[in-house]
């Protein structure tokens, strides 16, 4: 099924750096959210962003919707080693609500060094 | 938001065996979603399920190889029928709740 390109990879970091990571499209999306995912654990939601051009924050985490409706980044202040997880971008191309399908990102595997 | 529980948490299985995950929300809601996520990969749509009526499924995924139950506004299952070492994924319930979605802890299937 169709995707979004998430970037980068996979990310090797030492506590107390900042992460930045993003999630580009072709297509325009009207809702990105942003999801984290533990081991063995069902993806949890960071942050969500409903208008081109906001930028949200949840305690160390900042996400922003871009102004173009195709891509969207979210930034980790001061990592520290429970930020360890997989990150997912994910994209709807509707404007809310359970009709329209979200598309995830490739996921960015992210490892912080105590 | 909503909260979200399914059972198992985990299972191994033998080939050609199906096995039946149940989902239950802590409120009403009109669709259900199933995912699969296969090891190292992002999530997948399987289908959409409504109340009291037959689930949507997306391309690649078909009725006969996982059938769906709702029964009513807060459970649902899915079942993974005559399974294959290629089942070997975690499945997740989600659902739509004040305009965001929602998770299940998901379900760790393993077949040999």
């Known amino acids: 099924g169709q995707q979004l390109n998430q970037s980068p990879q996979s990310m090797f970091i030492q506590e107390g750096e900042d992460v930045s990571m993003n999630c580009t499209s072709s297509?325009?999306?009207?809702?990105w959210l942003w999801y984290k995912q533990d081991p063995g654990e069902g993806p949890v939601l960071l942050i969500a962003?409903?208008?081109?051009?906001e930028l949200t924050s949840n305690g160390r985490l900042t996400a922003q919707f871009g102004i173009t409706r195709k891509d969207s980044f979210l930034n980790i202040s001061a990592s520290i080693p429970s930020d360890v997880g997989i990150y997912f971008c994910?994209?709807?191309?509707?404007?809310?609500?359970?009709?329209?399908?979200?598309?995830f990102g490739t996921g960015t595997l992210l490892a912080v060094q105590p | 938001s909503a909260v979200i529980s399914q059972k198992p948490s985990r299972d191994i299985c033998q080939r050609g065996t199906s096995l039946t995950i149940q989902c239950q929300v802590d409120?009403?809601?009109?669709?259900m979603f199933w995912y699969r996520q296969q090891p190292g990969q992002s999530l997948t749509l399987i289908a959409t399920?409504?109340?009291?009526?037959?689930?949507?499924?997306e391309s690649g995924f078909v009725i006969d190889k996982f059938p769906i139950s709702r029964p009513n506004l807060t459970f649902s299952t899915l079942t993974v029928s005559n399974m294959s070492p290629e089942d070997s994924s975690i499945y997740l319930c989600?659902?739509?709740?004040?305009?965001?979605?929602?998770f299940g802890p998901g379900t760790r299937l393993t077949v040999l």
């Open positions: 297509s325009i999306f009207n809702t």
């Open positions: 399920a409504n109340q009291g009526s037959e689930a949507t499924y």
């Open positions: 994910a994209g709807q191309l509707g404007y809310g609500g359970a009709t329209n399908k979200l598309i």
């Open positions: 989600s659902v739509w709740s004040f305009n965001t979605q929602y």
């Open positions: 409120s009403q809601v009109t669709m």
């Open positions: 962003l409903y208008k081109a051009g």
